[in-house]
């Protein structure tokens, strides 16, 4: 927190200062005539308020600095003492530049003249006038203070939501790489397999597993893409996979079309449409379907995968310890939508696996 540049302006201040000797010696007209029937107000009177607050006014940049040099040294136990000092020496510099201004008024106007028995009235004064200028500085200095406080609260509550966007930002890359290794590790052993009896198809899969890596590896891919985008990987992806089982893969999209400009995290369908095919079907010998929807209702986008295989009777904290792609997803989501977002899971005997994302519909252009 920086406190090096005053709250207010100078010329402010010895706006606000004038003002408040205004009003002071108003409220010394008032309680004078309450005492005093046909009182007349005596304008010497006015001039000692207006001189007392706009020598704070004046003062300010002074006042300032010693309560940021008092402010900003460490330590508590000597503070009470650097306060008393540092508002002792700024009451008797405000004791001497009140009384030039105002005795300085009196004697150029003629109202009363400077000889030695002004003096003597100063210096008399001085211990009651000096008590009056503590408690106005005990008044500055407090509201320094709570101006002091609401700055390092305000800069505070700035530097955490830096820090947990930042955090959040390192934990969601951290997500997605995890995503790639174990993507690569099965790509590759579609490879490996077509490599034995069909190297052109081997090649074509090479070519696009290239352009699936450039996507994967790409560090400065935003978290957050539109979905048409997401669908293009996937189809991507798919072309793989359909290679690896030829025919007895079939996949179906259903999204409306006002869903393909919503944003969606990066790589979060990926996982999904994978765990469909890895658990859905390829451990047997027959057909697998894959399907999936994108629907918009109510501000929110709602994202469905699912297969036609056995199921899985594996409650929710069994699944994510088989594997890390449901568990990847539910993270990122609770990462950038918190309690915006929704992650379920259905699944029966033969009656396969559907998982189900809602996320908030936030577009992008066209």
Excluded: C
């Amino acid at each position: 927190m920086n406190l090096r540049k005053p709250p207010i302006s100078w010329a402010l201040a010895i706006l606000i200062a004038v003002g408040l000797g205004l009003l002071w010696s108003l409220r010394d007209y008032l309680f004078l005539l309450y005492l005093k029937e046909n009182y007349v107000f005596e304008w010497p009177r006015l001039w000692l308020h207006v001189a007392n607050y706009s020598t704070w006014g004046i003062l300010f940049p002074l006042v300032h600095h010693w309560i940021r040099r008092t402010q900003e040294r460490t330590g508590n136990r000597r503070l009470i003492g650097r306060i008393l000092l540092v508002g002792l020496g700024l009451s008797v510099l405000h004791e001497l530049v009140s009384n030039i201004l105002f005795f300085g008024m009196l004697h150029f106007t003629g109202k009363e003249l400077i000889t030695v028995d002004t003096f003597r009235h100063i210096f008399r004064a001085l211990p009651a006038a000096l008590i009056s200028r503590m408690v106005e500085f005990g008044i500055i200095y407090t509201i320094y203070s709570a101006i002091n406080f609401q700055r390092k609260l305000r800069d505070q509550r700035i530097a955490m939501a830096e820090i947990q966007s930042q955090l959040s930002g390192a934990q969601l890359n951290a997500l997605r790489l995890q995503l790639q290794p174990h993507f690569l590790f099965n790509t590759l052993n579609t490879i490996s397999a077509l490599m034995e009896f069909d190297k052109k198809e081997a090649q074509r899969i090479v070519s696009r597993l290239g352009s699936l890596l450039r996507v994967v590896l790409d560090q400065d891919k935003s978290n957050l893409i539109p979905l048409r985008e997401e669908l293009a990987f996937i189809q991507n992806y798919l072309k793989i996979e359909q290679t690896r089982f030829q025919d007895r893969l079939e996949v179906t999209f259903d999204i409306e079309e006002e869903a393909m400009n919503v944003q969606v995290p990066s790589l979060i369908l990926q996982p999904l449409v994978e765990n469909a095919i890895k658990h859905g079907f390829a451990n047997q010998s027959g057909d697998g379907q894959v399907s999936i929807t994108g629907r918009i209702q109510s501000q929110l986008l709602t994202l469905k995968v699912k297969d036609n295989g056995k199921g899985s009777p594996d409650d929710e904290a069994t699944l994510f310890k088989k594997g890390i792609g449901l568990k990847n997803v539910q993270e990122r989501l609770m990462l950038l939508y918190g309690d915006r977002a929704s992650f379920q899971h259905t699944s029966g005997p033969e009656a396969g696996f559907t998982v189900t994302l809602t996320i908030p519909s936030q577009k992008t252009a066209p």
